[in-house]
């Protein structure tokens, strides 16, 4: 009976062991994809250009100061087709209530082109992850800043940052990471087993991960390239990564196909992004759709108030009346 009741304790430890291992497991560090905090004024296998400024602590992409773009892209091509990437990064700066622009994590073709996406080429050719801090953000749509979006692109589309992406994203979520005094991170996982995207977030100086976005039908192909750009406008911000550490991941092959599949090949693609939608400009001289919503509410409480008079003269009148008819 002892034995058995040893056999049954080791037994739920090595369980419960191998749960918590795989929980924090991260895979196999490669150094030649990573950024190490304190690497120093010269970093291998990393260009940088642009206003770009490399310190023993951190790497700013941009400085706090208007128009200024920069950006640091590895030299080494990704062939990893399943991978981990934890970003330890920190955006801050003098603005309470305006600042921006924000700053961009790519995994793409096209590496050290300045552009306007963040600092980087616009129509890129695979990820682009965009952490965007532009408080009186663009567009109509819902959600609260700073807020993180994920494109997918084969190079024909083109990101609007007239309407912060939300014409051609894919997933996205509200993080509070800006102005923060503890450390922030990202944690971007992705799966060519799987063709699935995965990003987390720990902004909240809780230690532990929340789900920002989970989505599938995800294809990247392998041999791109990693890098992170920042650019500021008319508003600014210090745009600063700590590190960026590679983990190479083993996901379970479950069929020959995929086994057997050609990533480099692949054109990337998510099928579960937005359908492209051009911005429709407003005409010159008419209103904005803004003003027709104010001036569609003020008609309806201009419409009620009248009621409202209407029905209290009409009260008023035929009380008055009533009392007359009493003295005859």
């Known amino acids: 009976m002892l034995d058995f009741t040893n056999m049954f304790l080791s037994l739920c430890f090595l369980l419960i062991s191998k749960a918590l291992a795989d929980e ?8 030649e994809h990573s950024i190490f905090k304190g690497s120093g004024p010269s970093i291998p296998y990393w260009d940088f250009h642009g206003n770009t400024f490399i310190s023993s602590s951190y790497i700013r992409l941009t400085p706090d100061h208007q128009s200024k773009r920069g950006a640091i892209w590895n030299t080494v091509p990704c062939h990893v087709k399943d991978w981990e990437v934890v970003l330890h990064f920190k955006v801050h700066g003098t603005g309470d209530a305006l600042y921006g622009d924000g700053f961009a994590f790519w995994y793409s073709r096209e590496r050290m082109q300045d552009g306007s996406v963040f600092g980087s080429k616009d129509y890129f050719y695979g990820l682009g992850i965009f952490f965007d801090t532009y408080s009186n953000h663009n567009g109509e749509h819902q959600h609260e800043h700073p807020f993180i979006s994920a494109m997918v692109n084969n190079g024909s589309v083109h990101y609007d940052h007239d309407s912060d992406g939300t014409h051609s994203q894919m997933a996205g979520c509200s993080a509070s990471f800006r102005g923060q005094g503890h450390d922030t991170f990202a944690l971007i996982r992705y799966s060519g087993t799987q063709d699935r995207l995965t990003m987390m977030v720990d902004v909240d100086n809780k230690n532990e991960w929340r789900e920002c976005f989970d989505v599938g039908g995800v294809k990247l192909p392998t041999g791109l390239y990693f890098g992170a750009s920042a650019a500021t406008g008319q508003l600014a911000d210090n745009h600063d990564i700590m ?28 099928s579960g992004a937005e359908p492209y939608r051009d911005r429709v400009e407003d005409v010159q001289g008419s209103f904005s759709s803004r003003t027709v919503k104010i001036f569609t509410w003020l008609f309806w409480f201009a419409l009620v108030a009248v009621c409202v008079v209407g029905i209290s003269l009409y009260v008023y009148q035929k009380r008055q009346e009533d009392s007359k008819k009493r003295f005859y």
Not at 24 to 30: A, E, T
């Open 24 to 31: 924090y497991s991260k895979g196999y560090l490669r150094r």
């Open 243 to 270: 590190s960026i550490k590679f983990y190479e991941t083993e996901v379970p092959v479950m069929s020959d196909t995929k086994k057997d599949e050609d990533r480099s090949t692949i054109v990337p693609y998510a």
